[in-house]
Every structure is written in structure tokens, then in C-alpha cells.
């Protein structure tokens, strides 16, 4: 992504605390790359209840890295997060997933 692109967007899952609908929801991948790399604090939101929004928990947090992936979060990662310097898992080395066998 370079500067002055427009925002890209990720979809996540999200679970609705008011009314219980799960549901894909868009949120910009700089916010997301952050939030799941530094637990920076992340505010989710639904779209059955707009207007309202809540703080991710740290097990929404756990749920939506798993989601997203440590290679995605390689490729995407905006650059501010340092993931890279204290990554020992080998997918975070490769920085993407292995092709399908
Ligand atoms: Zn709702």
C-alpha cells in the first residue's frame, strides 16, 4: 500500500454483543495490521447495529489473529509494528503460506 491510495479494507468475522449476529464486517487493514500485532486496543463494530461499537476482548483479539493469518499480517504489515524483528515462527521468516500441495 502506498501513501495516498485509498484505505484498503480486510473482512472480518465479528460477533454482534448486542443482538448475538455473526457477520463480515470491513475494517482497514492498517487499523487491524496494528491491533493484532501490538494489542493495540482495536473497536469493532457490526453492521445489523450501526452506530454502536465495542473494545475487541483479548480472546476477540486471539480469534481474529487466527483469522487473519501470520503470513497476511507479514504482507500487510504497515511498518510501525516491528513484527518482523522478534518473529521466530518459521511462516513469519517465509512471510506468506506455502503453496497448496
Ligand atoms: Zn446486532
Same mark, same amino acid.
Not at 455473526?22 to 450501526?50: E, G, I, Y
Not at 461499537?53 to 481474529?64: D, G, M, N, T, V
Given at each position: ?60 483479539? %486471539? ?25 521466530? %515462527? ?12
Amino acid at each position: 500500500m502506498k501513501t495516498g491510495d485509498a484505505l484498503e479494507m480486510i473482512s472480518l468475522p465479528v460477533t454482534c454483543p448486542i443482538c448475538g449476529t455473526r457477520s463480515m464486517t470491513d475494517f482497514a487493514v492498517l487499523v487491524v495490521a496494528t491491533a493484532l500485532n501490538s494489542w493495540h486496543p482495536m473497536w469493532l463494530f457490526a453492521d445489523c447495529h450501526p452506530g454502536s461499537s465495542w473494545r475487541a476482548s483479548a480472546p476477540e483479539i %486471539l480469534k481474529l489473529r487466527e483469522f487473519v493469518g501470520h503470513a497476511w499480517l507479514i504482507d500487510h504489515d504497515p511498518g510501525t509494528t516491528g513484527i518482523a524483528k522478534g518473529a521466530t %515462527l518459521p511462516d513469519l521468516k517465509v512471510g506468506r503460506l506455502p503453496p497448496m500441495a
